[in-house]
């Protein structure tokens, strides 16, 4: 019997307005507490909900960029249950009119394209947070988040693997990053998922009871926890069993879903219309404003910079996964810098110094200019590559001036030929039985040779004119 | 009692600004009177020590030609589930004991500004549920005009204290009536502005779609100065209305001629007190002697309006109302074992018997399975019901109806049957479904002495409209300004 | 309608309401004579009606992102039956 799996998203994502969605507290990460709370966000009684019209404009902005159709009349709903991280025991949100439907995602695995259909998109508040204090056997609610404006997007069941889950997640992250609606942090809860599966006989139509699984914290923990509640799904079918709708809570420690105890009997949310906002009617001129207002997505800056510029598809796509990195090399490249240096530089040295010091690329301090500057000293043959290298390196962490740097070290290239000459002199005088091993036909030791040389003008030399005078000097 | 109890509001005002009587002496008398009043149980709170501070303070700014508000240097007081910084504000709810809010109602910063002295807060229907003030936590209160009988809910305690000129005027509550039907019964009068025109923050809720705050007070001209006070939009409320504030005192002219007056039948049939319908139509023959017309119509949508009511402000009640469970204000039950079992001790010891009910109701009616057969019928209706009133604003300018079927009931008589309590709403909660304006005003004495409300209805924004009328009304009588306490010779 | 006990046993656990037991009979009999009334709405023919949860067309209530200072602390947890000085109390909440 062949199992198909399938598969459905729900993300939450965190929108980077500055204030919260019903009140004027500050959506900042962090922060002690109940220090970014107000009578509103804590759900005092006599308080009233306003809404923050960023969300309004990110909402949609996301969901034009997901191709939804928009819900020109949307309104917001109350769903009611009692917890301790929702003050008001009811969560604002949208359910009959999501400000968003019918969308679509375009993804690929390997070779295969692929349509996600996005159910719907809907705006809706954040809850706090809940920290068990076993001091006092005690758990304090904190507030800070409650009010944090979400969108809540919701695909269909058409995922068939965890690589088409991934696929699907960064495709999502990197289009919401580029619109500057979320920066899709999945560590620091931004962006967060649970993903909802079923198994089926392969070919079958029908759709088998699904479970929900939460708790999933990285695009690692969802592909493991996809290949075990497949598993684990099948095995009970095969040995006869029914698949229990249920939430289950993925232990990434234990590397298994387990069957969350049900907060309440009936999930019995008893939505209706949230009589205290008035509902929203977006016209046509402010959609359109809104869509003038999208920059070039992801794919087609891919294609483009693989067209403009002749980059390779490889490198075309590593810049584009990621807005930070396309505004530095866009802004690079427009300050002269050839875009083939400029990205070479980008996914080579600059890639690593993000990976070695784990910085992100928009919270780099290394600006376009100084690159440009560095890329420059390199065409004017100012300073040699493995000078630059080094030069890089120094002035990745803090911005430091490149041109200053190279004068303050004295890492100026030597481009005295008449230097060079010398000290080729030099090096071959020491080092006769090396030139004999040439002239016997060791053709490696011109390497050595040319190192020598490298190193007493202290690297400083252009690399290529020494190997030219070393080469001559030879004789070939 | 001193005299000085005796003037209107406005009239305070203005002896005020004369210099004839000064703040601190006004909110002297008011203490002076609540005190002997006590037995009324009209308020929850009292706060007098900052009332003289602040009378004196304001004193001296009108003195000094600061505080210019036709009300300034007037004390009031203020219905408590109404959000008083610093002030317990109850609900009259044992799950609210304490509770101090850390800012002010919208409504209450407005008064403040102009330079009103608020002497405490007033007693009601626990949670503004209720019609007749017996359901509050603190025991009811007592009708001036009759100490064993009701006062009216649920802003029973804000028409008392008036009645009793405890203060010159009051802020209440209405969502099916509550301002409106104390008013009558305590022989005031009280309106219930449009939907919207008055800030709804920090207003603690019942339902959402239907309160609204309003003043109870000697007449309409003193209402008229306290709308026009604390009319306005309010970037704290996204309900509220972008209407101007203010012209409401001066457009009482008293002219009524030409204006239709509408006359419903269904209002006037079965159930009514023969006595309640002898004098409210009486209303009908002034206004018409002042030249105004009168227009008979039929308004069959009244067989509808109580269901639809309790289905509506049940439901938004029971989740309004989720928010209080010990967590973050107010009371919370001891010997709980754990998270849930603090919710449902909490909750169950700290509601009263009414507001239970209507939770549980306007949890059924929300409820998976019952949603469309009753909230979103009850909303269908209710849109029925708004286009029936527009019909009827089509034909007249505005509508003349009882209050309530009877006058004041006694105290203990009406709680056995919660039912029969919902039915004797069915003139005011037609007016919270279509977000109109409803005042109350008196219009004669039931042969047991005690006096009975007439309803003016206005179309939307129409407060002009309704001010005036009731302000002719009581220009050619004097039902208003009768006082159970003059009565008694000190 | 009927209403039964059971049916009120759900519509109080789903409102954290959990009342004894006479109470819970009298509240039985109390709903089904409400909820009876309420059907005569069924009377009502509303097919094709718009169900009006606002009553005027009020619409695009929106405000500026500005952050505004927060509430202090201390005022936000005064009220609080069981509180530390930075976050409310309560027991031991199950995943």
Redesign the interface.
Known sequence: MTWETVIGLETHVELATKTKIFCSCTTEFGGAPNTHCCPVCTGMPGTLPVVNKKVVEFAAKAGLALNCEITRYNKFDRKNYFYPDLPKAYQVSQLYLPIARNGRVSIQTGTEEKDIRIHELHMEEDAGKLVHDPWIDQTKCDYNRCGVPLIEIVTEPDFRSADEVIAYLEKLKSTLEYLGVSDCKMQEGSLRCDVNLSVRPAGSAELATRTEMKNLNSFKAISRAIAYETRRQIELIEEGKRVIQETRRWDDNKDATFSMRSKENAQDYRYFPEPDIPPLELSEEYLDRLRSEQPEMAQARKARYQQQYGLPEYDADILTSQKALVDFFEETVALGAPAKEVSNWMLGDMMRRLKDEELEPKDMKLTPANLAKLIRMIADGRINRNTAAKVFRAIFPDNADAEEYVKAHGLEQVNDAGLVAQVVEQVFAANTSAVADFKAGNQKVMGFLVGQVMKELKGKADPKAVNQAVREKLGG | MKEILNLTALQLGAAIRKGEVSPVEATRAALEQIEARKADNAFTALTAETALRRAKAVGKKIAAGELTAPLAGVPLSIKDN??TKGVS?T?ASKI?T??????D?TLVEKLDALGAVPLGKLNMDEFAMGSTTETSFYGPTHNPWDAGRVPGGSSGGAAAAVAARSCWYAIGSDTGGSIRQPAAYCGVTGIKPT??TVS??????Y???LDQMGPLARDAADCAAVLDAVMGKD?????S?DVPAGGLLAGLTGDVRGMKIGIPADCFGDGLDPEVMKSVLAVADVLKARGAELVEFTFPVM??V???Y??IAA??A??NL???????????AEG?E???D????T??EG?G?EV??R???G??????GY?D????????????I?QAFDDAFGKCDLMLTPVAPTTAPKIGESLSD??QM?LSDIYTVSVN???LPGLSMPCGFDSKGMPIGAQLIGP?LGEAKVLNAAHAFQLDTDYHKQSPVEKEAR | MKITTEMVDYISVLSRLKLPQEEKEQMTGELERIIGYMDTLNALDTGGVEPMSHVFPVKNVLREDQVVPSFDRAELLKNAPKADEEAFLVPKTVE
């Open positions: 109404i959000c504000t609900c609210l304490g509770f101090e809010p850390p800012y109602a939907y919207g709804r923050y920090g207003l603690i809720a339902a959402s779609s970037p704290r409320d996204g309900t209305l067989e509808y109580v269901p639809t309790y289905i439901a938004e029971s989740s989720s928010r209080f469970d010990g967590v973050k204000y107010g009371w919370r709980y754990d998270l849930t603090l919710y449902s001790k909750r169950t509601f018997a239970k009910r939770i549980l109701l949890t059924f009616v929300l409820s998976s949603y057969a009753y909230y979103k019928k009850a909303l269908q209706v209710k849109g029925l708004k919660p039912l919902y479904l279509a977000g939307a």
